[in-house]
């Protein structure tokens, strides 16, 4: 009885850590970032509960919305509208106000991968 009292124990402790881990990027996403590189205030991403990011550019009226999963380097951007088309960038949390992502802008398949910096 004592063992499966520990093992249950352990079987719980398991189950918090890897629950908390899942959710520490997530949340210290939350809020509004602007590019500040390569072009400054050019796009804004604002991150909500629920995994979801919304893409937009100052001065226009159309945005973006996505689900967003994040794992190792990468984030896997896919648009609410139409899940069938995602895509999986490269991505790094500098601080708790900054990141850099691989560039969301099109560009020439040929041109070597460029990056975008964003801060709150």
């Known amino acids: ?18 629950c908390s881990n899942d959710n520490d990027d997530n949340d210290i996403l939350i809020g509004t970032y602007t590019e500040t590189s390569p ?3 050019r796009t804004q991403l604002r991150f909500e509960l629920g995994k979801i990011v919304i893409k937009s550019e100052p001065g226009h009226v159309s945005q973006t919305k996505f689900f967003y999963e994040l794992k190792d380097n990468t984030i896997k951007l896919t648009p609410i509208r139409n899940s069938m088309y995602s895509s ?14 691989q560039n969301l802008h099109v560009h020439i398949p040929e041109a070597p991968t460029s990056y975008m910096t964003f801060e709150k």
């Open 39 to 41: 072009v400054n205030g």
């Open 1 to 18: 009885m004592k063992n499966l009292k520990l093992i249950c124990l352990l079987i719980l402790l398991g189950v918090y850590a890897s």
């Open 88 to 101: 999986e960038l490269e991505f790094y949390i500098i601080n708790e106000s900054k990141f850099e992502i």
